[in-house]
């Protein structure tokens, strides 16, 4: 009986060391077909084209179901840029036997159309977003001199109509700690203050988003295109990050690489990343 209960504390207190244990998918739910990698690699050919794939993550813990990012369903950005295997976001998580009222928190990597325009579909879920981030898309962005491509007046108000319900969470600053075994961090600067997170599972996984675009990226430490020209050192600089905290670039996960549903088990739009 001494042996049984000493086995199961230290069963207890090695579970606690390693963390929640999360599973981790991938869903694409549409395509952009034909585009500019010099978009999303900086020195890229600039005839090469690439059909990549539009995704959002799932992170399902004990008592949590967390998107990072949730997608879009505006007809007019799905026109601007001719997507193709559209699929609503609430109805794409579905397809891993999700229902959209169960989705407990979404945390937004960055403001762009598709990666928050579908926080209308997840009513019960608070939204994460860097307070810095939050701040200038709803404030100086749109003053002269500020940067607003990409982004849809709809969701800023989304954000704030969110925040007004006491349903907006601010994540402030790098390396930061959202839930147990999830931390965000900053200085990709794909937008002015974009983020990616560290899923502190074993082994660990870093999902970018569009911090890092593509496998490509990593494999050459080729930035991306980022908030300004100046920045790109500081995202060469997250990317080698990125591969430190994960400890291998292959589990680093890109933004918008169709490799990703190549690389991991999965169908047709849903990959494991960790089961």
């Known amino acids: 009986?001494?042996?049984?209960?000493?086995?199961?504390?230290?069963?207890?207190?090695?579970?606690?060391?390693?963390?929640?244990?999360?599973?981790?998918?991938?869903?694409?739910?549409?395509?952009?077909?034909?585009?500019?990698?010099?978009?999303?690699?900086?020195?890229?050919?600039?005839?090469?084209?690439?059909?990549?794939?539009?995704?959002?993550?799932?992170?399902?813990?004990?008592?949590?179901?967390?998107?990072?990012?949730?997608?879009?369903?505006?007809?007019?950005?799905?026109?601007?840029?001719?997507?193709?295997?559209?699929?609503?976001?609430?109805?794409?998580?579905?397809?891993?036997?999700?229902?959209?009222?169960?989705?407990?928190?979404?945390?937004?990597?960055?403001?762009?159309?598709?990666?928050?325009?579908g926080m209308d579909l997840f009513p019960n879920a608070a939204i994460w977003i860097q307070k810095a981030e939050f701040e200038y898309y709803v404030g100086d962005a749109w003053q002269k001199g500020g940067q607003h491509g990409g982004m849809d007046p709809e969701d800023l108000v989304t954000l704030v109509r969110r925040n007004a319900g006491g349903k907006l969470r601010f994540i402030d600053g790098d390396d930061v700690e959202v839930f147990p075994g999830i931390r965000a961090y900053t200085g990709g600067r794909h937008t002015f203050a974009s983020q990616y997170l560290l899923v502190e599972t074993d082994p660990p996984y870093v999902l970018a988003s569009d911090n890092c675009y593509l496998y490509r990226n990593l494999k050459t430490t080729s930035p991306i295109p980022t908030f300004t020209p100046e920045d790109g050192p500081a995202n060469v600089a997250a990317l080698k990050r990125m591969i430190s905290l994960a400890g291998a670039p292959e589990r680093v996960i890109p933004g918008h690489d169709p490799l990703l549903f190549e690389k991991f088990p999965g169908k047709d739009r849903v990959v494991v990343i960790r089961q």
């Open 1 to 117: 009986m001494v042996s049984y209960i000493l086995t199961l504390l230290i069963t207890l207190v090695l579970a606690a060391f390693r963390g929640p244990d999360y599973k981790i998918e991938a869903v694409r739910y549409g395509v952009i077909p034909q585009f500019p990698v010099a978009a999303l690699v900086v020195g890229a050919p600039q005839e090469e084209k690439l059909d990549i794939p539009l995704v959002f993550w799932i992170i399902r813990g004990d008592d949590r179901n967390i998107l990072f990012d949730c997608g879009f369903y505006r007809e007019t950005w799905k026109e601007m840029f001719h997507v193709t295997e559209y699929i609503r976001p609430d109805e794409a998580v579905q397809l891993v036997g999700l229902h959209p009222a169960e989705v407990t928190d979404i945390i937004l990597s960055h403001a762009h159309w598709d990666h928050m325009g």
